[in-house]
């Protein structure tokens, strides 16, 4: 048997077993992105990427960015409502945690670290997309990276297609990166704010299986109740 089979695993383990075509793509995507942050060091590979730009990749990546915009968990926390409590509550929980701890991070522990936009201000020219207005503090780490990698983990948990894991998987990626391109973000507030999301989402996901309530697994129903519906018939 493979030692990638979950099928003997158990634990959080299983979890990340069972997503495997998320996560392994995901530690080799980042272990990459790790390396060339050693080679170039993050403001330097920032430099490297926003000297590649085009008008495709301008629009694509403006438009990309939103999904890791604060209000989209929360239509995620509402969509889940309607495959069970237990899905919802725990993407909820998910989300407020990782929320908490990148703000955390930017504003008490590390608020000295400017965005690319104030920190090359009077050293490097560098490109900003047109129509788009990069904040200047709090880079550290990436926010709208740590959302992303948490809905699309989340996702990828809940569904079973491994090629649906993989897109997901890319999608959350191409978010993260759109945050280095539109000159929001350093390449380390990318890897940082993705591991936050990974690390938390799969232990809390896993947890929320130990819970035993036939409350928690019931999920909100447009249909009326038989006994409604007998009324009204």
């Given at each position: 048997?493979?030692?990638?089979s979950?099928k003997?695993?158990?634990?959080?383990?299983?979890?990340?077993l069972?997503?495997?075509y998320?996560?392994?793509?995901?530690?080799?995507?980042?272990?990459?992105?790790?390396?060339?942050?050693?080679?170039?060091g993050?403001a330097?590979?920032?430099?490297?990427i926003?000297?590649?730009?085009c008008?495709?990749?301008?629009?694509?990546?403006?438009?990309?960015?939103?999904?890791?915009?604060g209000?989209?968990?929360?239509?995620?926390v509402?969509?889940?409502?309607?495959?069970?409590?237990?899905?919802?509550?725990?993407?909820?929980?998910?989300?407020f945690?990782?929320?908490?701890?990148?703000?955390?991070?930017?504003?008490?522990?590390?608020?000295?670290?400017?965005?690319?936009?104030?920190?090359?201000?009077?050293?490097?020219?560098?490109?900003?997309?047109?129509?788009?207005?990069?904040p200047?503090?709090?880079s550290?780490?990436s926010?709208h990276?740590?959302?992303?990698?948490?809905i699309?983990?989340?996702?990828?948990?809940l569904?079973k297609?491994?090629?649906?894991?993989f897109?997901?998987f890319c999608?959350?990626?191409?978010?993260?990166?759109?945050?280095?391109?539109?000159?929001?973000h350093?390449?380390?507030?990318?890897?940082v704010?993705s591991?936050?999301?990974i690390?938390?989402t799969?232990?809390?996901?896993y947890?929320?299986r130990?819970?035993?309530n036939?409350?928690?697994?019931?999920?909100?129903?447009?249909?009326?109740?038989?006994?409604i519906?007998?009324?009204?018939?």
């Amino acid at each position: 048997m493979s030692i990638f089979s979950s099928k003997k695993a158990s634990g959080i383990l299983k979890v990340i077993l069972d997503n495997k075509y998320f996560i392994a793509p995901f530690i080799v995507l980042s272990t990459y992105l790790l390396f060339l942050i050693g080679i170039h060091g993050s403001a330097g590979l920032f430099l490297n990427i926003n000297s590649y730009n085009c008008d495709f990749a301008d629009h694509f990546f403006y438009h990309i960015t939103n999904l890791g915009d604060g209000f989209v968990p929360y239509i995620l926390v509402a969509v889940l409502l309607f495959i069970s409590f237990r899905e919802s509550l725990t993407f909820l929980t998910a989300t407020f945690v990782i929320s908490i701890l990148v703000t955390l991070l930017k504003r008490y522990y590390f608020p000295e670290f400017d965005r690319p936009v104030a920190y090359f201000e009077f050293t490097e020219v560098i490109r900003h997309v047109p129509a788009y207005n990069p904040p200047s503090l709090y880079s550290f780490p990436s926010g709208h990276t740590a959302t992303a990698f948490g809905i699309f983990l989340y996702l990828a948990i809940l569904i079973k297609n491994k090629y649906l894991k993989f897109i997901l998987f890319c999608t959350a990626a191409l978010v993260s990166f759109s945050r280095i391109y539109l000159s929001a973000h350093f390449p380390l507030d990318v890897f940082v704010g993705s591991y936050i999301a990974i690390s938390i989402t799969i232990p809390i996901y896993y947890f929320s299986r130990q819970i035993n309530n036939p409350w928690i697994d019931r999920k909100i129903s447009l249909r009326p109740k038989n006994s409604i519906r007998k009324q009204i018939l």
